[in-house]
């Protein structure tokens, strides 16, 4: 394997890290790397907010769920797709642009999420761990207000990164699923009850897969933060839906 392959191997989510600043040449060069990432159109459908303000990130990391290592993390950027500057810029220009719809919602949230894995890898060419925040997307009102969010603006995920603590290295990182039962050929196709039995009945460890996947459902699918998150989700979509409407 080339150096940037293995480092895409190696790489885990680091949530344990050193009291060691980020210096500035290497946050400059992170946020550079973002911008390199492939965009539609080369629009750049997306802005970065680079969390600098003490204060807003140990607001942030009670309003995300109540993480207390976000407040210590060193590096704590929000990717957020941004059609706001191009609306602007279309009606400045008398282009009599249309409202942005949800198909543009849609392209913008992959330009913004392809930019926060740019910063990701090029993190972990640093030596610099990182930890994707979907918690952003939860707390619709709190968050457009905290982060002064304007119409077409949506804080797509949260990107938190620092040097990692020793106890990052110990933990293992978790088991992918087999490439076959990810990748399909030419068309989709559904797997059956015994098909996904076998793809992740490895998760289950020494339980069932059913003891296992409820377990998971209740926790993840089924919590209040989820429902929240689709709500708040929802709110954004409505937002872009009514007015292209």
Same mark, same amino acid.
């Given at each position: ?7 895409? =191997?190696?790489?885990?989510? $680091?949530?344990? &890290? ?39 990130? @140990? ?9 207390? +290592? ?8 929000? +990717? $957020?797709?941004? =059609? ?5 810029? &279309? ?29 990701? #890898? ?31 603006? #949506? ?13 990052? &290295? ?9 490439? @076959? ?34 377990? +998971? ?7 209040? +933060? ?13 937002? =872009? ?5």
């Amino acid at each position: 394997m080339n150096p940037i392959i293995q480092s895409l =191997f190696d790489r885990k989510s $680091c949530r344990i &890290f050193k009291d060691k600043e980020i210096s500035q040449e290497k946050r400059k060069l992170i946020l550079e790397a973002c911008m390199q990432a492939p965009s539609a159109g080369n629009q750049q459908i997306y802005t970065i907010i680079d969390v600098q303000d003490k204060k807003l990130q @140990e607001t942030l990391s009670k309003t995300c769920d109540n993480q207390s +290592f976000i407040n210590q993390a060193k590096m704590v950027l929000i +990717f $957020c797709v941004d =059609f706001q500057k191009w609306y602007d810029l &279309f009606n400045y220009e008398n282009c009599s642009p249309r409202k942005p719809g949800v198909g543009d919602l849609l392209l913008a949230t992959t330009d913004a999420t392809i930019a926060a894995q740019n910063a990701v #890898v090029a993190a972990e060419s640093l030596g610099i761990g990182s930890c994707y925040i979907g918690d952003i997307l939860e707390q619709h009102d709190l968050h457009r207000e905290l982060l002064n969010l304007s119409e077409y603006v #949506v804080p797509v995920c949260m990107l938190v990164l620092g040097y990692p603590a020793e106890d990052h &290295f110990k933990r293992q990182k978790p088991k992918r699923c087999q490439l @076959e039962d990810i990748v399909c050929v030419d068309q989709y196709h559904r797997k059956d009850q015994q098909e996904l039995k076998n793809m992740y009945e490895y998760k289950a460890g020494n339980k069932t897969l059913n003891e296992w996947a409820t377990a +998971f459902c209740k926790r993840k699918y089924n919590s209040d +933060f989820s429902k929240e998150m689709s709500n708040s989700v929802q709110k954004y979509i409505d937002q =872009f839906k009514s007015e292209a409407d």
